[in-house]
């Protein structure tokens, strides 16, 4: 199968997680015309809540089709995972934005996973993650999972279960250290497996900054984190784009100017960086299995 689930993770917060999701799979379906799907898998549903009003997030937490709902029916009532139910179409305030799907998030996450681990229900949690996993990626050509900062059990099975990461990262001293946690948890268990790192975006640059502009060469420097090639600037535009519009917008209005092109140029690396891998997997691939994949794609 091919790999496009993709888990937006930095222990460090308020690097940009849950904007750049928001901005990547509005890019990749309004501007790109694929279909994404994205998993809101924070406590908070900062992304749920930037793609549709507070009315309409209320009544989905209301009516328990969030991923609090999805995951506690599979993981401690161990019920058959119907994820159909619990993805939502029309959200996005971007008018041609049509292809964006997702699954809510709800602050009874953190209930859920407490109880995983006093029920000590980790296995089965990781086992439903799969299987959402699996289930989702033939009805989308990405995927992305908006993950909270630290590292909770929760965040550790989207870790070890998806295909890729991506860090969002401030070129500052604080999520330097950040980005180092994570790779040392990364080399944690080794035998659990691990998304592989997609590429570090480093966002809230001020371009006229010099500490900015050495702690972006510091995080370029080091070739393992793949550093994508355009960082974004701190722009008012970009922190504007969080505020859910309900009378609707083009993407041109909500993206305008160089915050447009910035988050064009990184949806197209992460679609070129997504494909190379794939090419890679398909080159290793015993020539039967090249066959099989090939139709598949
Ligand atoms: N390039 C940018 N320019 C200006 N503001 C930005 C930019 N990127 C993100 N922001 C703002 O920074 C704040 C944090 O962004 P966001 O919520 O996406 O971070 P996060 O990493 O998801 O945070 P958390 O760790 O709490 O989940 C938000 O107010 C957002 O509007
Ligand atoms: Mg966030």
Same mark, same amino acid.
């Given at each position: 199968?091919?790999?496009?689930?993709?888990?937006?993770?930095?222990?460090?917060?308020?690097?940009?997680?849950?904007?750049?999701?928001?901005?990547?799979?509005?890019?990749?379906?309004?501007?790109?015309?694929?279909?994404?799907?994205?998993?809101?898998?924070?406590? &908070?549903?900062?992304?749920?809540?930037?793609?549709?009003?507070?009315?309409?997030?209320?009544?989905? &937490?209301?009516?328990?089709?969030?991923?609090?709902?999805?995951?506690?029916?599979?993981?401690?009532?161990?019920?058959?995972?119907?994820? &159909?139910?619990?993805?939502?179409?029309?959200?996005?305030?971007?008018?041609?934005?049509?292809?964006?799907?997702?699954?809510?998030?709800?602050?009874?996450?953190?209930?859920?996973?407490?109880?995983?681990?006093?029920?000590?229900?980790?296995?089965?949690?990781?086992?439903?993650?799969?299987?959402?996993?699996?289930?989702?990626?033939?009805?989308?050509?990405?995927?992305?999972?908006?993950?909270?900062?630290?590292?909770?059990?929760?965040?550790?099975?989207?870790?070890?279960?998806?295909?890729?990461?991506?860090?969002?990262?401030?070129?500052?001293?604080?999520?330097?250290?950040?980005?180092?946690?994570f790779r040392r948890f990364k080399a944690l268990n080794p035998e659990m497996g691990f998304a592989e790192n997609l590429g570090v975006v480093v966002n809230l640059m001020d371009p006229n900054?010099? &500490?900015?502009?050495?702690?972006?060469?510091?995080?370029?420097?080091?070739?393992?984190?793949?550093?994508?090639?355009?960082p974004i600037h701190r722009s008012m535009a970009l922190q504007h784009v969080t505020q859910f519009s309900p009378e609707g917008r083009s993407w041109l209005s909500k993206y305008p100017g160089?915050?447009?092109?910035?988050?064009?140029?990184?949806?197209?690396?992460?679609?070129?960086?997504?494909?190379?891998?794939?090419?890679?997997?398909?080159?290793?691939?015993?020539?039967?299995?090249?066959?099989?994949?090939?139709?598949?794609?």
């Amino acid at each position: 199968m091919k790999r496009t689930t993709i888990a937006v993770m930095n222990t460090k917060g308020g690097v940009g997680k849950s904007t750049l999701v928001l901005a990547l799979a509005e890019t990749l379906t309004a501007i790109f015309n694929k279909t994404v799907l994205v998993i809101d898998s924070d406590a &908070q549903a900062s992304v749920s809540a930037m793609l549709m009003t507070s009315m309409r997030l209320h009544k989905l &937490q209301s009516d328990a089709t969030t991923i609090v709902d999805l995951l506690a029916a599979s993981v401690l009532q161990q019920q058959k995972l119907e994820w &159909q139910k619990f993805v939502i179409g029309g959200s996005s305030d971007i008018d041609d934005a049509q292809g964006l799907f997702l699954i809510p998030s709800d602050m009874q996450l953190t209930l859920f996973e407490r109880e995983v681990s006093k029920e000590s229900r980790h296995a089965a949690l990781r086992a439903t993650i799969k299987m959402l996993l699996d289930g989702v990626k033939p009805g989308y050509d990405y995927v992305f999972i908006d993950c909270p900062p630290g590292l909770s059990v929760l965040t550790e099975a989207w870790l070890r279960e998806a295909d890729f990461h991506i860090s969002p990262t401030k070129p500052d001293y604080i999520s330097v250290c950040g980005l180092e946690v994570f790779r040392r948890f990364k080399a944690l268990n080794p035998e659990m497996g691990f998304a592989e790192n997609l590429g570090v975006v480093v966002n809230l640059m001020d371009p006229n900054g010099a &500490q900015d502009r050495d702690y972006d060469s510091w995080l370029r420097d080091r070739a393992d984190n793949r550093c994508f090639t355009q960082p974004i600037h701190r722009s008012m535009a970009l922190q504007h784009v969080t505020q859910f519009s309900p009378e609707g917008r083009s993407w041109l209005s909500k993206y305008p100017g160089a915050v447009g092109a910035s988050i064009k140029a990184i949806a197209l690396e992460v679609m070129d960086r997504v494909a190379a891998a794939n090419a890679a997997d398909a080159d290793r691939a015993p020539d039967g299995e090249k066959e099989t994949s090939a139709a598949a794609s």
